[in-house]
């Protein structure tokens, strides 16, 4: 590939460089601000452990919820066609740009224990208010769309060929989604559940106006970090660089199960 | 090295601010006030006199969460005059060397039961809070409010289970007007400037957990900045204080 | 009778109906955009057609109304891509057809097995599909193909996409596992419709236009698109006494050993090797003489096609040189009666 003409302008490139520093420097500046000597005892106290703790179970669970129910959404809207389906593709889309704050206010109008469905579940003895339910709730509610999005995208890339080629072999329509179609999207889903988790992980708005912040219960890393501002922003910077760890490891796993997937 | 680096990101961080605003308050005509977010409507009507008394000087108020307002103005923001919500943050920036004097205690605010409006469930005390079934909503010990609830349930030797503690007050408020929560610990002030969603329940241990605002000049403010706390220590600035549900200091 | 069939798209003027024995293979040709690969995807119930019926050894694949799902049609389609599932080796991907089927999975394998020995695949078993060449991937899809046992199998152009050094080879192999096979083959090629189809069916313009043996309907075209398959001129008009005079007038002589009534609806064809091309419009001899205007000139080896719309004539390269033919020429073509064949349509 060396000496291939590429055509690219230098003016470009400097640009590029000016876009790339602007997303680098600031993490650089977060790792210098980082107390070393009092890192280890920062990350480890209790309330540092139990946020960590939290914020990877509910997003592990909402990365679930979000693959359970994403996969079909993205399906029918990559291969259906009815009437307002632009309408609800967009509808369902819009958390991804909708501020997080708009969606705990949202969520807590529907959910919440004066909200649309909140008086019918107290009545089944289900009351979210407050608890880790509400944080996974809010959590999915804003990563959803990134893995419906990034699966309807794998799907229509992949077409309907080899789905018709199964259905003529003899598979019936369940056959052939779990023996053709989800394996041909499988990148897809890991990378649509990769960004799904990220999201649910970062979460902080919508969980904070919904949810709560209690520490073991509520409290996430994030709303951890932020009430750590408070008081000692060293806690906050090193929890930070935590977060920005967990991150890293989790676009470097995905990047790895992607590579290994390709053909 | 790693000191280089930093002084370097901060030199094009503080040339990026400087070539934005002009930081010289000798020239400008503006007094750049830094007050606790629970000060606004007080502080907005104070300005406005200050501004009439003061022809060609304008009152440039920044509010916002007390800590907040400290890190900016140790980050070496252009703060004249910092009234935050309590006396610790206060001592932060003073124990940074940026106060022009030292700071006086202007105001009191004492902590109330929010509840929703008419008091549905009767809360009387911080006793009612404790039964089951109530879902209470602190500030985290964290940030100033919750500080003064921590205080509050020391002195009544009431303990509450918190169902959340919550960041600001704000977020106390909202978790209760909007129902989520059936009472919540804020400051008397907080619950006049919420208009209609929520009612106070004044109780007995609140009397013993005070929280008091401080004022001080920063760095090298000039006479604007000094006329200005004299009138928020004076007798209108008081009046006016008053009138928004916040105490007299003790003399 | 295994197949019986009519396909009736009133918006694209489509009216097809045609049936298929036990055990035939029939080529489907046409021009192209004639309808022939949706035909295909209407049987093998890709595609719900707007009316029309069509039954399957007693089997209604659809009526008015009644529709039956794809998978359980007994009906596979084989492309011109083979379409490997990628995710799958090419020993899991023959036995998919079994394993839908509800054949436990190391019988699958063992018939999977049995079916690439049948195409000479045997050793690419525990390949991937990515990993191998085209003419190998057709083959293994045609295993994974009869490896699910249909009732018909539907073959949308199989060599297409091959190379043509493979293709012959993939034809051989296809000749022998088609031989008596209830078969549909779409193809361009009339060498496929020669070795693997019992019978040949040409649409065009929504209506099937032949429908018979394949080498009858090479040896005597109906349709224009058949006689440019078998690469002999056909004009089409009413029998005369002594010849065939087309709806534009023209009049054209023949030799027959017998006499045709008159009146009727006739064919005549005749080779391009035995037309004479002439700049000036011949006299004396008993010939039929056409005037014509060249649209296509195509040079290979030592002679030379000389093209006027649907007729053709080829002549040595020299003496088309020697005639000055460009496109655009008004030249005279001339064949004797003795080179052409007139019969009923």
């Not at chain 1, 960590?52 to 399906?75: D, E, H, K, N």
């Not at chain 2, 943050?89 to 009191?108: D, I, N, R, Y």
């Amino acid at each position: 590939m060396t000496g291939v003409y590429s055509g690219m302008p230098r003016w470009l490139l400097a640009v590029a460089a000016a876009g790339a520093l602007f997303l680098i420097v600031p993490l650089t500046a977060l790792v210098l601000r980082v107390d070393w000597s009092r890192f280890a005892e920062l990350v480890t106290s209790d309330s540092s452990r139990a946020a960590l703790l939290l914020s990877l179970q509910t997003s592990g669970t909402s990365t679930l919820l979000c693959v359970l129910f994403g996969v079909p959404m993205a399906y029918a809207l990559a291969r259906t066609r009815f009437r307002g389906q632009r309408v609800l593709r967009a509808l369902v889309l819009l958390p991804l740009v909708l501020p997080p704050v708009v969606g705990g206010i949202a969520l807590l109008y529907t959910f919440g224990r004066q909200g649309l469905l909140g008086e019918s579940l107290r009545v089944l003895g289900v009351d979210i208010a407050f608890s880790t339910a509400a944080v996974v709730l809010a959590q999915t509610f804003v990563a959803l769309p990134f893995l419906v999005l990034s699966l309807e995208g794998a799907l229509r890339t992949a077409g309907t060929r080899y789905e018709a080629v199964a259905a003529t072999l003899g598979a019936g329509p369940t056959t052939v989604l779990r023996r053709v179609s989800l394996p041909l999207v499988r990148p897809g889903i890991v990378s649509g559940a990769v960004l799904s988790f990220a999201r649910a992980l970062g979460e902080f708005g919508a969980t904070l106006t919904f949810a709560g912040s209690l520490q073991g219960v509520t409290r996430t890393l994030p709303l951890e970090i932020y009430l750590q501002r408070e008081t000692d922003p060293d806690a906050a910077v090193a929890l930070s660089l935590v977060l920005v760890a967990v991150a890293v490891l989790v676009v470097a796993v995905a990047h790895r199960i992607h590579e290994g997937n390709a053909p | 090295m790693t000191r280089r680096l930093r002084r370097l990101v901060s030199a094009v961080v503080v040339f990026a601010l400087a070539s934005c605003s002009n930081t010289d308050p000798a020239t400008d005509g503006v007094l750049n006030v830094y007050a606790a977010a629970s000060l606004q409507a007080p502080f907005e009507e104070i300005a406005a006199e200050f501004e009439a008394a003061h022809p060609g000087l304008s009152v440039q108020l920044n509010l916002a969460g007390s800590s907040d307002l400290a890190t900016q103005i140790i980050a070496g923001a252009p703060a004249e005059v910092f009234a935050p919500a309590n006396a610790a943050t206060m001592e932060q920036v003073a124990a940074e060397g940026l106060l022009a004097s030292p700071s006086k205690t202007f105001a009191t605010n004492v902590l109330t039961i929010a509840v929703a409006a008419g008091n549905p469930l009767g809360i009387e005390s911080l006793e009612s809070l404790t039964e089951p079934g109530i879902a209470t909503v602190l500030c985290a010990p964290q940030v100033p409010c919750g500080a003064a609830a921590a205080a509050a349930q020391e002195v009544s030797g009431v303990w509450l289970e918190p169902v959340s503690e919550e960041g600001s007050v704000t977020d106390v408020l909202g978790k209760v007007s909007s129902g989520q929560a059936d009472a919540g610990l804020v400051y008397v002030t907080d619950v006049d400037a919420a208009g209609g969603g929520v009612d106070g329940v004044p109780f007995d241990a609140a009397a013993q957990a005070v929280n008091t605002y401080p004022i001080a000049a920063v760095g090298s403010s000039g006479d604007p900045a000094s006329d200005f706390i004299d009138l928020v220590l004076g007798e209108s600035g008081q009046e006016i204080l008053s009138s928004h549900g916040f105490g007299k200091p003790a003399q | 009778m295994s197949l019986d069939f009519t396909a009736h798209v009133p918006a694209r003027d489509f009216n097809v109906r045609f049936s298929l024995a036990t055990g035939e293979t029939v080529a489907l040709m046409g021009p192209n955009g004639a309808g022939k690969s949706t035909l295909l995807s209407v049987l093998a119930g890709l595609l719900r057609p707007d009316c029309g019926s069509a039954t399957l050894d007693g089997k209604t694949l659809y009526d008015d109304g009644e529709w039956l799902a794809p998978h359980t049609r007994g009906i596979v389609l084989l492309a011109q891509d083979a379409l490997l599932f990628p995710h799958l080796s090419v020993l899991e991907n023959v036995a998919f057809g079994p394993r839908c089927a509800g054949v436990p999975r190391s019988a699958a394998r063992k018939e999977a097995h049995r079916w690439l020995r049948e195409v000479d695949a045997a050793d690419l078993a525990h390949r991937r599909p990515v990993s191998l060449s085209g003419g190998q991937a057709q083959r293994v899809a045609v295993a994974r193909a009869l490896a699910a046992e249909p009732a018909l199998l539907l073959l949308d152009e199989p060599l297409a996409a091959l190379d043509i050094s493979v293709a012959p080879m993939v034809r051989r192999m296809l000749r022998r596992v088609l031989e008596g096979r209830s078969a549909i083959i779409v193809t361009h090629d009339i060498v496929d419709a020669l070795l693997l189809a019992d019978r040949v069916v040409i649409v065009d313009g929504g209506r099937i236009v032949e429908d018979g043996p394949t080498r009858l309907v090479l040896e005597r075209p109906r349709s224009s698109f058949a006689a440019g398959l078998a690469g002999v001129n056909l004009m089409t008009g009413t029998t005369t006494r002594d010849g065939l005079r087309t709806p534009g007038g023209v009049q054209l002589a023949a030799l027959q050993d017998r006499d045709l009534p008159a009146g009727e609806e006739a064919a005549a064809v005749f080779s391009p090797r035995a037309v004479a091309v002439h700049r000036l419009r011949p006299t004396g001899s008993p010939r039929n003489v056409l005037a014509v205007t060249i649209t296509d000139l195509e040079q290979h080896g030592g002679r030379t096609t000389v093209r006027a719309d649907h007729l053709s004539a080829e002549i040595t390269t020299a003496s088309a040189a020697e005639l000055d033919l460009l496109p655009g020429a008004e030249v005279y073509f001339s064949v004797k009666s003795a080179e052409v064949e007139i019969y009923l349509r």
